[in-house]
């Protein structure tokens, strides 16, 4: 065999080494990849079904004296427009509103889907349209709530504002000038300074 042949032959040997590996790789990629997915497509069942695990109670009706005038001009459920995660199954939510006197409100509790309320034990219950929330004209407004270890900073910015500002944390402001802080649990009669 003449020296260029030895060559070529050794070309040719390298060469389909090269693309034997090549196809063993790719099988292998395949493989993690259809078991990557496999996983994610059962974590996602299993967190679905988990999530249909508690069940939904009926909703509360919100039975403070005076008010009415804060209740939700138009019926319905209360719809989160902005989300924050939590510790817990649901995210934290606010959802926003105009109550019967104009006002411009907002009210915040747990998310579940397009609703908002609150879970009591394994029962998920929803806040319905007599639910009130923290109210306020054309200024910025804000309330707090407790939710576990957690309380949630939230409000309404006043028209046009594109962010609001906590202790130097700057956040944009949702639909509505809907915003929401997650913070640990601070004491009772903490002064909150948003701007």
Partial sequence: MSAISELREHLREAARR?????????????????AFLAAV????????????LISVGEPVPDTRQGFDAYRAAQGGAMTPVVTA????????GVAIYTAKNGQRCAVAGEARGSSLGRVRGDTFRPYDATQAGACGGTRLFHSA????????????AK????????EGRTDPVGPGG??????????????????
């Fill in 18 to 34: 090269d693309i034997e590996a090549e196809r063993a790789r790719v099988r292998r990629v395949r493989r993690r990849s259809t």
């Fill in 41 to 52: 497509l059962l974590g996602g069942a299993a967190a679905a079904t988990a999530a249909e």
């Fill in 85 to 92: 995660q939590s510790d817990s199954e649901y995210p934290f």
């Fill in 145 to 156: 709530i407790d939710i576990g270890d957690r309380t949630l900073l939230f409000g309404r």
């Fill in 159 to 166: 028209p046009g504002a594109r962010t609001v500002t906590f």
């Fill in 178 to 195: 809907a915003f929401l802080f997650v913070l640990e649990r601070v004491p009772p009669n903490h002064r909150f300074v948003v701007e």
